[in-house]
């Protein structure tokens, strides 16, 4: 069956770093974009960072441009998200999310807690 699992997620002071980790299995992870979201608490979730299957193109939200990298490794079906210059405001769950953009498939993994706070 179809996994998605998020790792990597803490408690980091303001202005750390944090690397999340999303490991895939039971589809064709190359074939997929893969997303990461977050959702605060009382917030809507909000898209965060994207990587095209091939990791050719990558897509930020304003707010964590310059901070944030995601990157992936499809020969181990994984995609990161480098987070560095942490403010309280990226304080949320963070979510990992696989899409196949001709059909529209899609899956979530159950998110990490990240927590920045001094």
């Known amino acids: 069956q179809v996994q998605l699992v998020e790792s990597g997620g803490g408690l980091v002071q303001p202005g750390g770093s944090l690397r999340l980790s999303c490991s895939a299995s039971g589809f064709t992870f190359s074939n997929y974009v893969m997303n990461w979201y977050r959702q605060a608490p009382g917030k809507g979730r909000e898209l965060v960072a994207a990587?095209?299957?091939?990791?050719?193109?990558?897509n930020y939200a304003d707010a964590v441009k310059g901070r944030f990298t995601i990157s992936r490794d499809n020969a181990k079906n994984t995609v990161y998200l480098e987070m560095t210059s942490l403010k309280p405001e990226d304080t949320a769950v963070y979510l990992c999310?696989?899409?196949?953009?001709?059909?529209?498939?899609?899956?979530w993994g159950q998110g990490t807690q990240v927590t920045v706070s001094s």
């Open positions: 990587i095209t299957g091939t990791g050719g193109s990558t």
């Open positions: 999310h696989a899409l196949q953009t001709l059909t529209g498939d899609n899956y």
